[in-house]
Structure formats: structure tokens, C-alpha cells
């Protein structure tokens, strides 16, 4: 969806989503014509709505959670591809590597 | 399911809105979906938490509930997709994807730690583009109202710039991936530009505010006036009160520059009186019979002899 289909979604002003995309909080896809911007950047405009509108969160706040959301998913990401590497392994190097866990834990 | 908005949010019937909102945050908190992305049953909690929220924080829906008017079905929200559902697979190359929290892991000289840090693909890295820098002028209206320009990179590309209102001389814009390509499918570098803006003939910028020293004349500083002043949006009419000193600054609200999330700042108009262009012997006439009566010491006070 193009800008103002956007901003209609979330019954934003351009402005609002101006300051968002200025801040890197959304980074819609700028390849083609105009910029589009995706299901999850809608998802994310939601959550920045929720944290300033409801919740309290001022400008510094959101960029704060913002950055740190995106560095738990990415994070998240890389765990759940190492877990599902782990979980191709065979019975007994899954085993060594739990307890190799279980020392460092 | 609790359909019981007070005893969802843990507040007395009695409770002020300034309880409820602080209820209902501290829960917000542990419980937005996108907050605590590990924490599946928590779409079903906040779901209720905020339908209840939506409910008691507003006073008439409030009072209509407490009346049994209404119940929580009235205040039920559309299903929705959280941006955890989306982030789940973050992966190098995706716009939201930041690595900076392993970043360190793969100082270790393992191929198992560089898989976090670099994440190696096809056996080649993948690496984000350069970053380029720039700086452009733009013109002072362009800078307060927001414009589309365009620049033309030094290999000749041209390049579509929006320039936010409310955007300050110094200032530095980012287009995020208009950099130099990415190598190994990694994305694209941003572009960085300096913007330094023109000074205008007559608008000063002050913060958010926009000042302006507006000449009058002699008959509309005594009479008073109402005269056309030009603003960053377009000239409006401006009552100038009977009596109006050189150097009076009257307030002209939210026709100054366009603040982030919302609202403008303020046009201070200073008034300048401007006496005619050629003298006129009738005033000079009048001046000099009133000079005779007019006792008034502008500069009393300044210890003159």
C-alpha cells in the first residue's frame, strides 16, 4: 500500500508518518515508484500508536523500544534457526550438546 | 473469561481515571504481544486488557457501564495481526533486521560464532551497502511547509527527496537504502543528506516560531488597522490595535513551522512604523502645533541631563 492508503489504515497524518519513517522506525520499500509500505509496517505503526497514544511512551522512549525490539527478533531469528539446526542432529550429538549446556549453565 | 472491566484492569469501581490509566499500563506493559514477542497466551491478555481500558477510560462509557447500559462486548476490537507474527522470521537483509546485540559473538575465531555475527550465505558475506553523503539548499518556505524536491546524485541518477516540514537549517536527512547496492544479497546503503536552509527576505526562523517585522504606517499605528500580513501558508489579515508602539510583537498562533507528531509554532509579527515616503507639510504642520502641547519624555529614565 502506497502512503496515503496507509496513513488512512491507521487514521494517521502524513506528518505523524513522516516523523516515524525520519526516525528509521519504519522503513518502507522504496524500490518501485513510490514508496509501498507492507502488512508488518502496519503491525509496527500499531504498536508505536499504542505506545504513544496509550501507554505513555514519549519520542525518545519509542526509539528506544523500537531498537531493541528489532535487535530481540533478530535475535530470536538467528535462535530459532540455530534450535532448528540442533534439532536436525542426530540423538547423540543433540545429547552432547545439552549437556554442554548444562556445564555452562 | 472475566468480562468484568474493573477486576481485568485490578481497579475499585471507585477508582480515578489517573488510577485506570496507570493500571492499565503497568499490564500494557506485561502484556503487549509485541513487548513480550516469546509469550503466546499474551494476545488473549492484552486483547482484554485494552478492550476493558477502552471502556473505562472513557468517562460516558464508563458511566453508561457502571449503569449497566452497556457491557464489555460493546468495546470489542477487531482481530488484528501484531507485528511479532511478522518479525518472527527477522533475517540479515530484511529492513528491521539489527544484529547489534551478537555483534560481539563473532570476535571468537569460531565458525559456529560467526554464524551470528556474519551469517554466512553461499559461502560469500553478505554485506550492506556504502552510505553517501550529501548536502543540498533549499529554500526557506520549502524548509517550514514540507516539499518534494529532487537532487542529482554525482553520477548523474536523479533522486526524489521529501523534505519533512518543520525541517531546521543543519538538519540531515536519511533515505534508507538510496545508497550504494548491497553485496551478497545484503541491503542497500542510506543516503545522508545536509540540508542548509536559505534565509528568507523576511520570515525569521526562532525554534518553532516564525518572527517577522512588519512596517506599518504612522495613520495605522495611532488608528489602529486591520491589514494583510503574509504567512509560510499564505497572507491573512491582522487586526492592529488602535495605539500600537513601534517594536509591539502580536501573536499570530500556529502560523509558525509544523512541530514533529503535531501542532505549529507561532508568527511573531514585529511592528515598524514608517513614516510617508515624502514629507507632507500637513503633518509636519499638525506635529509642530502638537509638539507645543505634548509633554511626553520618551527618554526619561536613561539619566540624561
Known amino acids: 500500500m502506497n502512503e496515503l492508503e496507509f496513513c488512512l489504515k491507521l487514521r494517521i497524518e502524513a506528518s505523524v508518518l513522516a516523523v516515524w519513517i525520519e526516525q528509521g522506525w519504519l522503513v518502507p520499500d522504496t524500490t518501485g515508484f513510490e514508496q509501498q509500505f507492507r502488512e508488518a509496517d502496519v503491525a509496527r505503526g500499531q504498536l508505536i500508536l499504542e505506545m504513544t497514544r496509550d501507554m505513555g511512551?514519549?519520542?525518545?522512549?519509542?526509539?528506544?523500544?523500537?531498537?531493541?525490539?528489532?535487535?530481540?527478533?533478530?535475535?530470536?531469528?538467528?535462535?530459532?534457526?540455530?534450535?532448528?539446526?540442533?534439532?536436525?542432529?542426530?540423538?547423540e550429538t543433540r545429547l552432547k550438546i545439552l549437556q554442554s549446556l548444562d556445564r555452562h549453565g | 473469561m472475566s468480562r468484568d472491566p474493573y477486576d481485568i484492569l485490578g481497579v475499585k469501581r471507585d477508582a480515578t481515571q489517573k488510577d485506570i490509566q496507570r493500571a492499565f499500563r503497568k499490564l500494557a506493559k506485561k502484556h503487549h504481544p509485541d513487548l513480550n514477542p516469546g509469550d503466546r497466551p499474551s494476545e488473549d491478555r492484552f486483547k482484554e486488557i485494552s478492550t476493558a481500558y477502552e471502556l473505562l477510560s472513557d468517562e460516558q462509557k464508563r458511566a453508561r457501564f457502571d449503569r449497566g447500559?452497556?457491557?464489555?462486548?460493546?468495546?470489542?476490537?477487531?482481530?488484528?495481526?501484531?507485528?511479532?507474527?511478522?518479525?518472527?522470521?527477522?533475517?540479515?537483509?530484511?529492513?528491521?533486521?539489527?544484529?547489534?546485540?551478537?555483534?560481539?559473538?563473532?570476535?571468537?575465531?569460531?565458525?559456529?560464532?560467526?554464524?551470528?555475527?556474519?551469517?554466512?550465505?553461499?559461502?560469500?558475506?553478505?554485506?550492506?551497502?556504502?552510505?553517501?553523503?550529501?548536502?543540498?539548499?533549499?529554500?526557506?518556505?520549502?524548509?517550514?511547509?514540507?516539499?518534494k524536491t529532487q537532487v542529482r546524485l554525482p553520477n548523474g541518477t536523479p533522486l526524489d527527496v521529501q523534505i519533512p516540514a518543520g525541517t531546521q537549517d543543519g538538519q540531515t536527512l536519511r533515505l534508507?537504502?538510496?545508497?550504494?547496492?548491497?553485496?551478497?544479497?545484503?541491503?542497500?546503503?542510506?543516503?545522508?543528506?545536509?540540508?542548509?536552509?536559505?534565509?528568507?527576505?523576511?520570515?525569521?526562523?526562532?525554534?518553532?516560531?516564525?518572527?517577522?517585522?512588519?512596517?506599518?504606517?504612522?495613520?495605522?499605528?495611532?488608528?489602529?488597522?486591520?491589514?494583510?500580513?503574509?504567512?509560510?501558508?499564505?497572507?491573512?489579515?491582522l487586526t492592529v490595535p488602535s495605539h500600537s508602539n513601534s517594536g509591539?510583537?502580536?501573536?499570530?498562533?500556529?502560523?509558525?513551522?509544523?512541530?514533529?507528531?503535531?501542532?505549529?509554532?507561532?508568527?511573531?509579527?514585529?511592528?515598524?512604523?514608517?513614516?510617508?515616503?515624502?514629507?507632507?507639510?500637513?503633518?509636519?504642520?499638525?506635529?509642530?502645533?502638537?509638539?507645543?502641547?505634548n509633554k511626553q519624555d520618551p527618554r526619561k529614565g536613561m539619566g540624561l541631563p
Do not use: C
Not at chain 2, 547489534?100 to 551497502?129: I, K, Q, T, Y
Not at chain 2, 547496492?181 to 526562523?205: L, N, S, T
Open chain 1, 57 to 91: 511512551v514519549n519520542e525518545a522512549g519509542v526509539d528506544l523500544v523500537m531498537e531493541l525490539v528489532d535487535q530481540l527478533h533478530s535475535l530470536r531469528g538467528t535462535m530459532h534457526d540455530l534450535m532448528a539446526a540442533i534439532g536436525q542432529q542426530d540423538e
Open chain 2, 69 to 147: 447500559e452497556i457491557d464489555m462486548s460493546g468495546a470489542e476490537q477487531a482481530p488484528r495481526h501484531y507485528y511479532r507474527e511478522y518479525a518472527s522470521a527477522s533475517r540479515p537483509g530484511g529492513p528491521y533486521h539489527n544484529s547489534a546485540s551478537f555483534a560481539d559473538f563473532g570476535e571468537a575465531e569460531d565458525p559456529l560464532s560467526a554464524f551470528f555475527s556474519h551469517r554466512v550465505h553461499d559461502d560469500h558475506f553478505r554485506l550492506a551497502g556504502e552510505d553517501r553523503y550529501f548536502s543540498m539548499t533549499v529554500d526557506f518556505l520549502d524548509a517550514v511547509n514540507g516539499a
Open chain 2, 176 to 237: 534508507p537504502g538510496k545508497g550504494g547496492p548491497g553485496m551478497g544479497g545484503g541491503p542497500a546503503g542510506d543516503v545522508f543528506i545536509d540540508v542548509h536552509v536559505k534565509p528568507h527576505r523576511f520570515f525569521q526562523r526562532d525554534g518553532d516560531d516564525i518572527r517577522l517585522d512588519l512596517p506599518i504606517s504612522l495613520n495605522e499605528a495611532v488608528l489602529g488597522a486591520k491589514i494583510r500580513v503574509p504567512t509560510p501558508t499564505g497572507a491573512v489579515t
Open chain 2, 248 to 293: 509591539k510583537i502580536l501573536r499570530l498562533k500556529g502560523k509558525g513551522v509544523p512541530r514533529r507528531g503535531g501542532g505549529r509554532g507561532d508568527l511573531l509579527v514585529t511592528l515598524k512604523i514608517v513614516l510617508p515616503d515624502k514629507a507632507d507639510p500637513r503633518l509636519t504642520a499638525f506635529m509642530k502645533e502638537w509638539a507645543e502641547t
